[in-house]
């Protein structure tokens, strides 16, 4: 019992480590507009999260990918359609009717529903399900709310590193709980394994394998749900990117009225910015050097400015 409750407390230790968040930067304006997600996003579409978490960094590494984290928008109960999921959630988690809602897996605190305006300051993409029908959506949200109260699988993140780095002192899948075939449901998941088998529970792709048959036909293979990861959405040909940009360009040119700080100014961060003028005139070199001074022609000289266009 000793080393159970030992090995509970280094557990909850290291997860609250691992969801510790850098403060986000409020200096930045956000490139998306929150107000316009709330608008397109519809049920049973996909959201990615692009993290601040330690956690979120060791995913960022492991998938190459600035997304970290996967969540499902199931929408406003009323818009479900089934009065009796309706009348459980409200009872169960305490929800309101008419505010949009997100179930995901979370570090920490297992497979929960969250009211969406959560990530409102957070950059996000919606990636949604190409011809999903509304019976499917249905039985896709059905499918992860029957999920909630599920523990989150730290072993599985842990296996999943193991596995996707590029180096291991361990045969990747020794021992590893990704390869595991355990009959019945599983207790413990991850964001992006329990919404990819939300979706594969109504045979629906996401990164299918396909082989190609001697007499030219064509079988797909579902892939592993546990080998999924956020940046699988993202990439996948059967889901659709939907952007939500402050500044829409429907109309022809409309980029040109951007608010920019200055047109000839780049920035590395908005603390390091600079300005390069034109090329100099090869008569002006020549000028130069009559006067004794060197210098060499088609040389582009280097200013450092402040965010508001000021020399320094």
Known sequence: MAAVGIRKRLLGTLTRWLNQESSPDYNLAPLSSFERLCYEIRPGDVILVEGRSRVSEVIKLITQSPWTHSALYIGRLYELGDRPLQNRLVSEYRLERDKPYIIEALLGEGTVIYPLEKYSKEHLRICRPKGLSPEDTGKVIHYAVNRLGNDYDIRHLLDLARFMLPYAILPRRWRSSLFSHNAGIQTRTVCSTMIGEAFQSVRFPILPFAEKTPDNKIHLYQRNPRLLTPRDFDFSPYFDIVKYPFFNFDDLSLYRRLPWAGSDLYCNNLDDCYTTPPTVPDSVNETGNSS???????????????????SS
């Open 292 to 310: 004794g001074q060197s210098s060499s022609n088609n040389t582009a000289a280097t200013t450092s400015v402040n965010p508001q266009g000021e």
